[in-house]
């Protein structure tokens, strides 16, 4: 019995131990728990503090940058509802949809890569011409996606504007009312003598001649070609050639140099148009009217945009545009800098003066010249009626078309822009 008692006061000793070691275990536990919590709360606190101390200091220094885009931003008023409206281009078959797929999947895909390595570069301005519109314009006004990288287009074309310095090719599209931009750089070539020709008008001679209405035009023929030099590439060589304002009457040359030059264009109604320039030609009375004619009647605003990138030196002048060309043309339009149309811009004045500034056009003087050319060959008795022109130029037809939803994206694009540039100065 003694023997049994004393087993039992040994296990039961056995188990008093091992719940004695159990709770202390649990105590230790619970004492590790709570410091490890302490520890973390402590090191969060820290981390709050310390993040909310380079919160305040980027706070300081971007003070001025966000004063600065909130003035621009809310003083143009470009952000309303219903200046998106109406800025889309409507859907086409072929390259089109093409145009419109990549405009959509921009934003959500490759977008910001894109601009990043394109505005870290100082070339490229075709293409961030062409994006900007893409995305603008997009199907079901994209706004959220073109809000967001509004602020680098625009600080990316003024730095543009900036370094090119005015340096401009005008494609000079016969009776669109071009001769007017002309006639506003022949005031600043009073005290500057190289910024535009010293001609009648402001194209140079050896390649930009107007060979429509030229005396040196031969059927067959071509005007003079660039030719680059070992030194330099080819838009170097235009670049040091041309003056700082100079139109190009011809067919544009391809690729375009956008580093070194901006781009514009001064468009109107196609069937107006081409009724005004046979009017000039008959009035002239030139040598090989037929071949003239030919060039002027057909869709000559896309040959004129697209001749140069479809076809060999000594051949353009024959080319009569086909849809392949159209959509060339668009895609030109696209990378230009400046698109006007004087019958649309008179409606909205301060969208054409703004454009005017930022090509360094603005009048310098209270009432610009008139040109000598205007009006000219109005009374000559043309071949066809309106309707029958238009059906000559339907492709003319429909890239005006396609050019005025562009323009009306810009006037509220360049809006902005000029807005930014008049408070930077």
């Excluded at 956008?258 to 040598?287: C, F, G, K």
Aim: glycine fraction near 4%; include cysteine; aromatic fraction near 10%.
């Amino acid at each position: 019995m003694n023997e049994n008692l004393n087993r039992a006061t040994v296990f039961l000793s056995l188990i008093f131990l091992e719940r004695l070691r159990r709770d202390r275990r649990q105590k230790m536990a619970t004492f590790s728990r709570r410091t490890n919590r302490r520890q973390l709360l402590s090191t969060a606190v820290s981390s709050l503090v310390i993040l909310r101390l380079i919160g305040f200091m980027l706070l300081i220094f971007s003070i001025p940058l966000i004063m600065s885009n909130y003035y621009w931003l809310t003083h143009t008023n470009y952000y309303s509802s219903s200046s998106f409206s109406t800025s889309f281009i409507s859907l086409d078959a072929g390259k089109e949809k093409e145009r419109r797929r990549d405009a959509l999947s921009l934003c959500n895909k490759t977008l910001s890569l894109s601009l990043e390595a394109l505005f870290s570069s100082s070339t490229g301005a075709e293409d961030a011409n062409m994006m900007r519109r893409m995305i603008a314009l997009s199907p079901g006004n994209n706004t959220s996606c073109y809000k967001q990288y509004l602020p680098m287009f625009v600080n990316y074309t003024l730095n543009r504007i900036r370094r090119v310095k005015h340096r401009n090719i005008n494609l000079h599209i016969p009776k669109s009312g071009g001769t007017s931009l002309c006639q506003l750089a022949k005031q600043y070539s009073k005290k500057n003598t190289k910024f535009t020709s010293g001609n009648s008008g402001c194209w140079e001679g050896s390649h930009f001649l107007p060979l429509w209405c030229n005396p040196a035009f031969v059927p067959g023929g071509d005007r003079e070609d660039w030719l680059s030099e070992a030194d330099a590439s080819l838009c170097d060589v235009m670049d040091r050639t041309l003056p700082t304002f100079v139109m190009n009457e011809n067919y544009l040359d391809h690729p375009l140099c956008t580093h070194q030059r901006m781009y514009s264009i001064v468009l109107r109604d196609p069937a107006d148009r081409v009724m005004s320039h046979e009017r000039h030609l008959l009035y002239l009375e030139r040598e090989n009217e037929d071949e003239r004619l030919k060039l002027i009647r057909n869709n000559y605003i896309v040959w004129a945009l697209s001749s140069g990138a479809t076809t060999e030196h000594g051949k353009r002048l024959s080319v009569v545009p086909v849809r392949e060309h159209l959509e060339i043309a668009k895609d030109t339009l696209l990378k230009f800098d400046f698109l006007l149309d004087l019958s649309t811009l008179a409606q909205n004045e301060t969208c054409y003066k703004n454009m005017l500034d930022l090509m360094g056009l603005a009048p310098n003087e209270q009432t610009p010249p008139q040109h000598d050319m205007k009006g000219i060959g109005t009374g000559e008795e043309i071949a066809f009626s309106r309707e029958e022109y238009r059906k000559l130029n339907l492709l003319d037809i429909e890239l005006y078309e396609y050019a005025q939803r562009i323009i009306t994206h810009d006037c509220e694009f360049y809006s902005v822009v000029k807005a930014r540039m008049d408070f930077d100065k």
